[in-house]
């Protein structure tokens, strides 16, 4: 017998392995595929297993639930339970709007006595790759993993992805030094836009997959809201260039 699970706290392949041989080892379990983008695992079983069983193989981090079945004759609980799931990504995207609450707010204040649409601009983008960076350096081995699941040239160049941080952190420097602001606009716009290209892909195919906006430190899901943040620093980008 065959068994869908949902399974959160995975974020890179090593999360995907140890999954899998944690399963793997329970009695009558005979087979275990783990997809690491949809956060599910196909147990295939001798016997029925409880998940309680289940939930005691893995790691504290991994949360194992059964998979919800959509039933076409109960739209009331259908429909409660899509609301539900709504309210749980807006609690989950609740660290990223706060960050970029903070990073406007501070924006402001550096520039509110001598106002200049430009200047706030820069120290926008610049607050931005540096807070944003600091995540992704919590964990640099776990980060390329996340990143290459939707950015296009992380999946096609893995190095890249383990670079990515330190690039975000440069771009920020530059910003905030007011140091060859013209390069940093064009390498802002290159880099964001490949980003942006795999974030619509991800979102039009309606994956469920972790942004890695925040590292792997703060998990959150890839959501519109992904797409709007990097579609601001890209208009920032377009803006200050044209002027």
């Not at 309680?52 to 998979?67: G, H």
């Not at 609450?101 to 706030?120: G, H, Q, R, T």
């Not at 081995?141 to 952190?169: H, N």
Request: with cysteine.
């Amino acid at each position: 017998m065959k068994h869908i699970y949902k399974i959160k706290g995975m974020t890179c392949g090593s999360c995907k392995a140890s999954v899998e041989n944690s399963l793997r080892d329970i009695d009558d379990v005979s087979d275990v595929e783990v997809n690491l983008e949809n956060q599910e695992a196909t147990i295939t079983m001798d016997k029925h297993i409880d998940i309680v069983e289940l939930q005691k193989s893995l790691a504290s981090k991994y949360t194992i639930t059964q998979k919800e079945i959509k039933n076409v004759f109960t739209s009331t609980q259908s429909s409660s339970f899509e609301i539900e799931e709504e309210k749980s990504k807006l609690q989950q995207l609740k660290p990223l709007l706060l960050i970029i609450f903070y990073i406007a707010s501070a924006s402001v204040l550096l520039n509110y006595k001598n106002w200049s649409w430009s200047e706030f601009m820069l120290d926008f983008m610049g607050l931005f790759y540096i807070v944003f960076s600091f995540f992704k350096m919590l964990d640099l081995k776990g980060f390329p993993e996340s990143f290459r699941m939707y950015d296009p040239l992380a999946k096609r160049v893995p190095f890249y992805g383990k670079v990515y941080p330190f690039i975000e952190t440069a771009l920020g420097l530059m910003f905030l030094m007011r140091f060859e602001i013209n390069i940093a606009l064009i390498i802002t716009l290159i880099v964001l836009g490949i980003t942006t290209i795999g974030v619509t892909k991800t979102l039009l195919d309606k994956k469920s997959i972790r942004c890695a906006c925040l590292g792997t430190a703060l998990k959150l899901p890839m959501t519109e809201a992904t797409f709007i943040e990097n579609a601001i620093m890209i208009v920032m980008a377009t803006l200050m260039l044209i002027n």
